[in-house]
């Protein structure tokens, strides 16, 4: 490849799924938001590793999503256990353990009342009292759980961790949201063959 064409789709690549020379640039951070998302999309498509697919996935959502610190993608079997797949560190694991252990928690309210479930703090929470002061204990302060799902179908939850009080608005709600229909989408031909052991570090 010469160096004029390489710098030709060095520059198709920079500005693919930016706005028209029109845009006055009001919408930025939108802007910024649906650029990386389509990145990402476009490099989950060429990435044949399913494991470091999903690995990019979750790393993506705690970057993307306002208040994340640490972050899963889960499944549940028979109802009460959880099994993270693909995580961000240590301690996303011991908060799905966690909820596995105690049979409560937002990643099952989540998938199961097929809602987005928001733990604003962990300290005063009184809707999973047991899970809440274990994940307090762990140094995680709020939760955002959000279903994986196409068309319908169940593929899980993308639980996202902070470690601050309140860490999660209605922004991070709707990125999340965002977020998690795009990276169903493209995992969809991968949870066939995830739903095996769990997984691995993300990191």
């Given at each position: 490849?010469t160096?004029?064409?390489a710098?030709?789709?060095?520059?198709?690549?920079?500005?693919?799924?930016?706005?028209?020379e029109?845009?006055?640039?009001t919408?930025a951070?939108?802007?910024?938001?649906?650029?990386?998302?389509g990145?990402?999309?476009?490099?989950?498509q060429a990435?044949?590793?399913?494991?470091?697919?999903?690995?990019?996935?979750?790393?993506?959502?705690?970057e993307l999503?306002?208040?994340a610190?640490h972050?899963?993608?889960?499944r549940v079997?028979?109802?009460?256990?959880?099994?993270?797949e693909?995580?961000t560190?240590?301690?996303?694991?011991?908060v799905?353990e966690?909820?596995?252990?105690l049979?409560?928690g937002p990643?099952?309210?989540?998938?199961?009342?097929?809602?987005?479930v928001r733990?604003s703090d962990?300290?005063?929470d009184?809707r999973?009292p047991?899970f809440?002061r274990?994940?307090?204990t762990l140094g995680v302060?709020?939760?955002?759980?959000?279903?994986?799902?196409v068309d319908?179908?169940n593929?899980?939850?993308?639980?996202?961790?902070?470690t601050e009080?309140?860490a999660?608005?209605d922004e991070?709600?709707?990125?999340?949201l965002?977020f998690?229909?795009?990276?169903a989408?493209a995992?969809?031909?991968?949870?066939?063959?995830?739903?095996?052991?769990?997984?691995?570090?993300?990191?």
């Open positions: 490849m160096e004029k064409k710098g030709q789709e060095r520059e198709q690549e920079e500005g693919r799924g930016r706005p028209s029109q845009d006055t640039g919408m951070d939108r802007d910024e938001l649906a650029v990386r998302l990145q990402l999309a476009r490099s989950l990435e044949d590793d399913q494991d470091l697919m999903l690995d990019e996935v979750i790393r993506a959502a705690v999503v306002p208040g610190a972050g899963s993608i889960s079997i028979n109802h009460s256990q959880v099994i993270p693909h995580f560190g240590p301690l996303a694991v011991q799905e966690a909820q596995t252990e049979g409560q990643c099952l309210a989540s998938i199961y009342e097929q809602v987005t733990l962990t300290a005063t009184q999973w047991a809440s274990r994940a307090h302060r709020s939760m955002l759980a959000v279903q994986l799902y319908g179908d593929l899980g939850s993308l639980n996202l961790f902070g009080p309140d999660f608005d991070s709600e709707h990125i999340g965002l998690a229909a795009h990276a989408i995992c969809t031909p991968l949870f066939a063959f995830t739903l095996g052991p769990p997984g691995r570090d993300a990191r």
